[in-house]
């Protein structure tokens, strides 16, 4: 259970434990197949952990500078999220309900997570921003993997979960990728656009992808006190048009016209009309409505659909291995060396990718030399435009060497600050050029040899699901000063201290970046050969089990083979069952209408 949510026991039984019987039984069915299909136990293990606990996951989605953190801070009554021009880093926030006030931070990499407990609004916004800012944590250098907030707010007493997501569209891409990335964990969400412009043909974009991964999905159109009457209901007149034509959807969407800074405004200030004038009661009321009577529909339709995913991918694997058992020994030996021949010519070209990706990493590389090159030039023209500052400039005296030192250590983390998260944007965007069309030829070879088992043995074919972001996490240290450190500081001159500063802080920069690169590299090349391993042993796994048993067994596997398809058979069951406790998610804006 995530730390600080509400019992599951509030929450009525007969809603939720069907689906957890499926669950179960499809875990088991899993166990039952062998020890290559323990990853999909797992999944569903995780997904039945999910719905027990009843943790509805309501994101709140859309571009960059529309407003999201001040409109789930309207909602839950508290300035606790960051918010203003500077763009959130690649983590999600998830807000949930607590008893007291606490932020949770937990880490990729494992380590102990940390824990703070404020006792104001500013207090618990400075330390959340610490972690969620692009200026505090640019390209998420701490390798935080999610922040909670514990609330004891009245709309989070039901068990949803609100989620505040990076913006599309900011400068920071991988901001992009990282929202794009998660909307599987998504089983609801908030759409958001606003008054100034209208919507985008990237948050449309946007809008597409986001339909074909999130169960329930409602629009809110924020800022609304920047327009007239007039220009407010010919905005939203625009926004359905296009809905409607360009989004293709269907009946009439429900839009909610809000000003999310009128209402956060409304709500520290106890202003009961404000708060209505702000648009933000209608937007409460309909969430309340709908986490009263439909959280429960909604969440069972999000974990039913991501566990038919995964009961497809098992029947795939187990009608291999029943096939394989079924084949005589001497086709099902042809077989496995057919498929083995693809199994080759994947790892080829796999090993092609990972050369070309040493290429690709080579050039990077150079890159970054040329700009470490570059920018020490410039931090000794910038350090050196600092001494010819301020008063008594032409003094040479120990003071005024004191005070530019002083100068320097005061502005050194700012602006080598600035000079990182340049390079590191540089650094991301050649990264995820190269490394994009790579992982989408790695996926087309997970697929080709899925689909090649499933034709050599005639089974349905079914495509996996996954996504895994790219994390950067190294980060340099900055040298304020030489001085302090020098065994005899007299020795040098000021103009060699400022040369030091420059060429010590830039190779930081470069070093740190270097470190993040080769990280970056060796995740992807281990992630082709872990994918490609997981790959060969859920299928071939299933034909080198049925040729050894039909060795063992001298042919005698007719209890074996009883016994696969009678759990094939109860998997289908289940899979039917899955099927029909999802059926209400494909359409996501007729299951609960309101009046806006």
């Known amino acids: 259970m995530r730390d600080g949510m509400i019992p599951f026991a509030v929450m009525a039984p007969k809603d939720y434990l069907p689906l957890a019987n499926l669950l179960e039984k499809a875990g088991e069915a899993a166990a039952g197949f062998g020890l290559q299909f323990d990853h999909y136990r797992r999944q569903l293990a995780d997904l039945k952990q999910r719905l027990t606990e009843g943790r509805l996951h309501l994101a709140v989605l859309g571009q960059f500078k529309r407003g999201k953190s001040t409109l789930l801070n309207a909602l839950v009554g508290e300035s606790i999220l960051p918010m203003g021009i500077v763009p959130l880093t690649a983590v999600p926030t998830f807000i949930q309900y607590g008893e007291s006030h606490k932020i949770v931070v937990q880490y990729q990499d494992g380590r102990s997570h940390d824990e703070f407990a404020g006792t104001s609004d500013s207090e618990l916004n400075r330390y959340l921003s610490g972690f969620v800012t692009e200026t505090n944590n640019p390209e998420n250098h701490l390798g935080v993997a999610e922040v909670q907030v514990s609330l004891p707010a009245p709309l989070l007493a039901s068990g949803v979960v609100l989620i505040d997501t990076p913006g599309i569209g900011s400068t920071y891409r991988h901001n992009t990728m990282a929202t794009l990335n998660f909307l599987q964990q998504c089983d609801a969400a908030l759409f958001l656009i606003s008054a100034d412009p209208p919507i985008t043909e990237a948050e449309l974009t946007f809008l597409c992808q986001v339909r074909e991964q999130v169960p329930r999905l409602f629009f809110v ?44 405004h409304a709500r520290t200030a106890m202003d009961a009309s404000e708060w209505v004038a702000s648009g933000m009661a209608k937007l409460e009321t309909f969430l309340k409505d709908f986490l009263a009577k439909e959280k429960m529909s909604a969440l069972i339709d999000a974990v039913a659909g991501r566990a038919g995913d995964a009961a497809d991918a098992i029947l795939m ?26 199994m080759r010519q994947a790892s080829r070209e796999g090993r092609l990718i990972l050369d070309v990706l040493e290429g690709d990493k080579k050039r990077i590389l150079a890159f970054i030399e040329e700009e470490s090159k570059e920018m020490r030039r410039e931090a000794e023209i910038f350090l050196k435009e600092m001494m010819s500052q301020g008063p008594g400039v ?45 992982g989408q030829r790695l996926d087309q070879l997970v697929e080709t040899l899925r689909r090649s088992a499933a034709d050599l043995f005639q089974v ?37 201290r400022r040369d030091d500063l420059a060429r010590r802080n830039v190779e930081n920069i470069r070093w740190s970046t270097i470190q993040n690169i080769n990280i970056s590299f060796a995740r992807f090349a281990s992630r082709i050969k872990e994918r490609l391993g997981q790959t060969v042993a859920a299928t071939k796994g299933a034909m080198d089990v049925a040729q050894e048993r039909r060795q063992s067994n001298s042919g005698n596997i007719e209890e074996e083979l009883s016994q696969i398809s009678k759990r094939i058979s109860n998997l289908e069951s289940v899979r039917k069952e899955l099927a029909g406790a999802a059926s209400r998610s494909a359409q996501p804006d007729t299951h609960f209408k309101v009046n806006p």
């Not at 048009?241 to 000003?259: E, H, M």
């Open 221 to 264: 159109m924020n800022k609304i006190d920047y327009l007239d009457d007039q220009e407010l209901n010919e905005a939203l007149i625009f926004y359905k048009r296009v809905l409607k034509d360009t989004a293709g959807w269907d009946g009439d969407p429900t839009v909610f016209c809000v000003s999310a800074r009128n209402g956060l």
């Open 460 to 496: 349905p074919y079914s495509p996996l699901v996954h996504d895994e972001p790219l994390e950067i996490k190294r980060k340099p240290y900055w040298v304020l000063n030489t001085w302090s450190a020098d065994p005899l500081p007299i020795l040098k001159s000021i103009d060699q």
């Open 394 to 438: 032409h003094r040479f005296d120990k003071s005024h060497k004191s005070g530019i030192q002083q100068a320097w250590t005061d502005a050194i983390p700012e602006y080598f600050g600035q000079q990182q998260a340049t390079l590191n944007e540089q650094v991301r965007e050649h990264l995820l050029e190269c490394l994009t069309p790579h």
């Open 317 to 342: 694997d187990a009608g291999i291995a029943l096939r394989a058992l079924q084949l005589p020994q001497e086709v099902l030996g042809e077989k496995i060396v057919l498929f083995e021949q693809s």
